[in-house]
């Protein structure tokens, strides 16, 4: 097939798929997926830039993701004032003693020669540290989360509007990449995986547990949203005067003005859901388009053609002067900042921080199936991969149920088999991605949408 | 009574920190030679093994069920012991038709290690798939037998102390059977002539092949090896706690940061690394408050739980040794590469 052709062939697809789930579900549920499959994109993207770009294997991606939804509570959440009145002293004591700690470690592991002298400061840094903070630390978490523990119970954020998360996410993750890239970026490119794997578990395990900080497993919810509510919407002049309007010849057809009421009822709080979905549909994909605008940018810079170079033959780069560790560091921090983006944007879509949600599977090798099935290397792929990806991960289920029913279809309703084989269809959508991936990797390396190698 | 304190503060210690730290390392110690061997002679980092673990524990599984209905026992051993040898037949068979359908195509194209990676997740999806649909995502414990070798309240009475100190049949089983496997892996690797070939192979490809070597027969012995370290580690580790596949899949990450802090690629770092990662994980988690209680004297007694960090933090530690041994020792405590 024509590479150029692959592209609209692939998106019409993709757009006809939605919209067979649209007239057959609602077109409520084809919206929510396109949202997610959106953020889903986003992500590919960030992944894209690392892999498809720098060859990094960032097998943390589930940890960025969830640092930028903490950033969303953080940013949006209004502050716990009495929290920070009884314990924001303790709290900012032992951030501070935190940072002075490890401050003096680096200043003591790149100024001290003597290995004895170093190595005893460093225990003594380290015991000194824990049992600073812990003196400062234990007591003041105890304050913030007795405090209303059932609604609150943690310090709040900063109450801003919560579209601000969103690039402050991008700092946060970017942050926190620099830190990792530091340390591994230098070594094999296995150890990046694997440190990546590592440090994204110990994220989770940082809003799972610190409950001071965003309430743990016990979630936050009812977080801002940047679009109205639906219950705003159902009372407000316009909106009934335009669902009035487009629904003109439905109404009409009504017989008995009661019934055409109920009708307008109905089409009101069903237009609603659909029309804060549009919302919040509407500002991601601006958002998606600005990202992929200036990945393109990017990609097609000289910057972008080095990264390629880099990737392709380091030595030959390293020797034409290219500092490879430090351009692979800054494409591992772009690549991180964009997947912080899109954890907060999911956060706001949902509403709610939910640590316990975050799994390896759902947020970090899902995301590497939508780049390599997608296209590594190809921008467009990975909007492609995110799209279709999330589409099969989301209507694998109903899928693999009607299939097991087809399977036990001959069998009585209780029999212990057919019980079996329907209670494991949810587990038949990880073959399917499974055996997607494998089948993407043997039989089309390059993806649905190839790379474009550029010739000048 | 000063010297019964010490003792107490000892047997507290052996009861809490180092007999499960000795059965947690063997476990890991298998589970880190079997990907050590792996990234060996294939290398690759496989992550799929972690769930090679579960698979191998799910075949167990159910030829334990399957024993114990017919009933086959094994005594005061758990029946799993029996049900082991035909768990790892099944777990190899799996794994070289793993091999044949999917890796060996990449092997012949000598792809880049990192497609293998890549690769071996979506071996890892389908795993996770077929384990979860053949026995569940659930809890299971599948031991049976006799339980305690040393009881805690008996010991107590015995010795007429304070502490108690308990060990668990399982954790007996364990480090025994984990010696045994690590001392015929490391007499196959050094003395047999398959083993000899097999560290020709992982040592210079092209030069084993020159000498006659056959690479297929190399990739279907470390395959084999690699499924019976891998069912035993997981097998060990059910009958101590208990088997679910997301906990299984958890272990990856430690298995990995045990293989980088020994020396990815040697056996011998890949146990010392299992040993360090469980010992650190164990020692670092536990609130030492008792133990001081019974060393110091009241009036210096601790008022904290003195526990380094919570157990939630179980994964940072392992984390924060692999960092700290990437900025201190990058080549891992014992340098090499070839097995």
Known sequence: MNDELRAPIAFTIMGILLAIVGFTQSWSVSLSVINLCIISSIMAIGVNLQWGYGGLFNAGVMGFTALGGLTAVLVSHDPIYEAWDKAGVGIVISAIIFVLSITA??????????????????????????????????????????????????????????????????????LVAWVIGKITLRLRSDYLAIATLGISEIVIAIVKHEDWLSRGVKNVSGLDRPVPYEIELQQSEWFLNLVEIINFSKLEAMQSLSSRQD?????????????????????????????????QLALNSPWGRMLRAIRDNEEAASAMGKNI?????????????????????????????????????????????????????????SIFGGFF???????????????????????????????????????????????????????????????????? | MENFEFINAMVLLANFVIVPALSYGSQLALATLSLTIIYGVLRFSNFAQADWMSFGTMATILFTWLFQSAGINAGILPTALLALPFAIIVTALFCLLIDRSVYSFYRKQKSQPIVLMIVSVGVMFILQAVVRFIIGPNDRKFFDGEKYIVHALDFKNYFGLEEGLTIKSTQLITVIVALVAMISLFYFLQKTKLGKSMRAYSNNEDLALLSGINPEKIVI???????????????????????????????????????IVGGIGSPIGAVIGGYVIAFSEITLTYAYKKFFVYLLPESLEPSGLMQVLSTDYKFAISFIILVIVLIVRPTGIVRGKII
Not at chain 1, 154 to 159: A, D, P, R, S, Y
Not at chain 1, 265 to 294: E, T
Not at chain 1, 408 to 432: K, Q, T, V
């Open chain 1, 105 to 174: 470690l680096l200043f003591v592991f790149r100024n001290i020669e003597n290995k004895q002298i170093r190595n005893t400061l460093i225990i003594l840094i380290i015991v000194f540290g824990l049992i600073g903070i812990n003196n400062f630390y234990g007591p003041s978490i105890d304050i913030i989360e007795s405090i209303n523990p059932a609604k609150t119970g943690f310090l709040g954020g900063l109450g801003l509007p919560i579209i601000f998360s969103w690039l402050i996410a991008a700092v946060v993750a970017g």
């Open chain 1, 263 to 295: 009708l307008l009822n109905d089409l009101v709080i069903d237009s609603s859901g659909i029309f804060v979905k549009l919302c919040y549909a509407g500002l991601f994909f601006s958002v998606l388009l600005l990202i992929f605008y200036l990945s």
């Open chain 1, 389 to 456: 990806i999330w589409f099969i991960w989301i209507e694998a289920e109903p899928l693999s149920i009607g299939f097991m029913n087809m399977l036990a279809g001959g069998l009585e309703y209780d029999n212990p088999l057919r019980m079996h084989l329907l209670g494991s269809a949810a587990h038949l959508r990880l073959f399917i991605m499974g055996l997607l991936l494998l089948l993407a990797l043997r039989f089309m390396p390059k993806g649905v949408i190839p790379e474009k190698i550029q010739k000048k």
């Open chain 1, 325 to 381: 560790f430090v351009q692979h560091l800054q494409i591992f921090i772009i690549g991180s900042a964009i997947i912080g983006i899109a954890g907060a944007m999911l956060t706001t879509l949902d509403g709610q921080f939910t640590p316990g949600s975050y799994r390896p599977l759902r947020f970090t090798f899902i995301i590497w199936l939508m780049v390599i099935i997608g296209g590594s290397g190809n921008n467009l792929g």
């Open chain 2, 221 to 259: 012995v470390t395959w084999i090896i690699s499924s019976i370290l891998i069912t035993t580690a997981g097998v060990l580790y059910g009958l101590d706690k208990s088997f679910k596949p997301f906990t299984y899949f958890n272990l990856l990450l430690p298995m990995f940061a045990a293989a």
